[in-house]
């Protein structure tokens, strides 16, 4: 006798039960021939399973499947764990799957409407109206918007370390604020000028403007037109929304994240960092702009607001460009206790080191960091021998350097650029460090192949060139 067959679907629900007879099964349950009963196995006791007799028995007798008495069969409980798993050891042959639906976590949208009766929903009249109830709606709490905070980690929140901010200069910021927007709302002449575009407007604060513009076209138009005056604009930017701008390119750029090991902070203060070249132009230091090395290769000029009688440090580090340990930095620049926004007059305790990004390894962040200080502090931990054009002394942690002084002071301002190779740092390598140039190169990981087939199908007229053993250029084959 052939041995007996089992057809069984294990799925994750407990306490189910498989059914079925010889030559009978119940209706929307499959078929099987010479009388077996397909079960389905629910559940992951073993004890709570049902087998068919007539399963481990063979076929019943007399009937080869039919449905009489004598081919049913009787239920009893499987006994051991052994022999069902022997059983189902046999074979296989069904799907087992898992599945599990749910209702919706909350009303789902347009869910309150009445699609039957669209007459009766209220018109929006004008596509202004509807933006507004669509920004409106937008922004209201939805289960659904919720999503992410379950099915992925949450960040932990991040220290913030910056400068307490003084709220009663930012109420009197909002209150000149709402003056000046007062002011040009009832000036109708700007009013004009703004809605008929037809104007050359001079702005009262630059009348030297007045001698640039023809005669003609100032009588033509009896209008003035509105003239931004750039700077004014920069320094409310810097004072209002600047600083958080100014995180936010931190952030995006991994400063914090390298720096502080995750701790934030906001810039206040505004840090301007400017390199000359031979007094004819100047390279400025913003957040994130290129600077290359030979343009970086004397110390900058430094400036910031700062009152009188108050101490601050000013550090400049590479954290990309260490050679032997990718958690380590550079110490470029270093003065500390320097009185108000005098420079020179501060404690330079690590001399300028121009940059040096070797060849090969891309772009590289320097990073000014202004810190202020609560009272004078002794640095003598940190000082540096002058001069210091070992990369070992040179070596810093802008993190455990703030952990050490911490209690004292406190990051204000922020300034960074982008540098990468050029010629002149073949000349620091050579002459400031008195070393070889290391020089990096990007290996590429070997092309994939799958194996050789004898047969390929569906491959194009040169599949055979990709597995040539000789170095000889081949074309049109990826």
């Known amino acids: 006798m052939a041995a007996p067959l089992l057809s069984a679907a294990l799925c994750g629900v407990r306490g189910g039960r498989a059914f079925g007879t010889a030559g009978e099964t119940r209706a929307g349950e ?68 898992l599945c599990k639906r749910a209702a919706p976590l909350g009303p789902m949208p347009n ?36 999503y992410r905070q379950h099915t992925s980690p949450q960040p932990e929140p991040k220290t913030d370390i910056s400068l307490p901010r003084d709220k009663l200069l930012g109420a009197k910021e909002i209150k000149e604020r709402k003056k000046i927007l007062r002011e040009n709302r009832q000036n109708a002449e700007m009013e004009r000028a703004a809605r008929l575009r037809t104007g050359l407007c001079l702005a009262p604060s630059l009348p030297a403007l007045a001698t640039l513009v023809p005669s003609c ?28 701008h100014k995180q936010r390119v931190a952030e995006h750029c991994g400063i914090f994240r390298d720096l502080f090991k995750g701790a934030t902070f906001t810039p206040w203060v505004t840090l301007r960092v400017e390199y000359s070249q031979d007094d004819e132009y100047l390279v400025p230091v913003y957040y994130g702009n290129v600077v290359t090395p030979s343009e970086a290769s004397s ?33 470029h620049w270093l003065v500390t206790n320097i009185p108000g926004n005098d420079i020179k007059s501060g404690k330079e305790i690590c001399h300028y ?15 000014f960091l202004l810190f202020k200080q609560d009272c004078p502090i002794d ?19 802008t993190f455990d350097f703030y952990r050490k002084h911490e209690d004292a002071m406190t990051p204000a301002g922020l300034a960074f650029f982008q540098c990468q190779w050029d010629s002149s740092v073949t000349w620091v390598f050579h002459q400031l460090l008195n070393m070889r140039e290391p020089v990096f190169e990007f290996v590429r990981p070997p092309v994939y192949h799958p194996p050789q087939l004898k047969f390929p199908r569906h491959q194009p007229l040169r599949y055979l060139d990709r597995y040539r053993d000789t170095e000889e250029p081949t074309y049109g084959i990826y």
């Open 30 to 97: 499959p078929r099987f021939p010479h009388g077996w009963a397909a079960g389905a196995v629910w559940g992951v006791g073993l004890s709570d399973a049902w087998v068919p007799q007539a399963s481990l028995e063979g076929p019943a007798r007399g009937g080869g499947g039919g449905s009489g008495p004598g081919a049913r069969s009787r239920f009893s409980r499987a006994l051991s764990a052994s022999s069902l798993a022997l059983c189902i050891k046999w074979e296989l042959s069904l799907p087992a799957a």
């Open 379 to 397: 640095f003598s931990e940190d000082v540096r021998p002058m001069p210091c054009h070992s990369l070992k002394m040179r070596t810093f942690s």
């Open 353 to 367: 080191l121009p940059p040096f990004p070797a060849m090969g390894t891309g772009y590289h962040r320097f990073i």
């Open 217 to 244: 076209l100032l009588q033509r138009f009896s209008l003035l037109a509105v003239l931004i005056p750039l700077d004014e604009v920069r320094a409310e930017w810097e004072k209002t929304s600047g600083p958080f």
């Open 299 to 331: 110390p900058p000029a430094v400036s910031y607001e700062a009152d009188k009688g108050s101490l601050w440090t000013l550090l400049l580090t590479n954290p990309d460009g260490h050679l032997r340990d990718t958690e380590s930095e550079y110490l």
């Open 111 to 146: 869910e309150d409407i009445d699609v039957s009766n669209l007459e009766a929903l209220e018109k929006y009249r004008s596509f202004t109206r509807y933006f507004k109830l669509a920004e409106k709606e937008s922004r209201k709490p939805r289960w659904w918007k919720t």
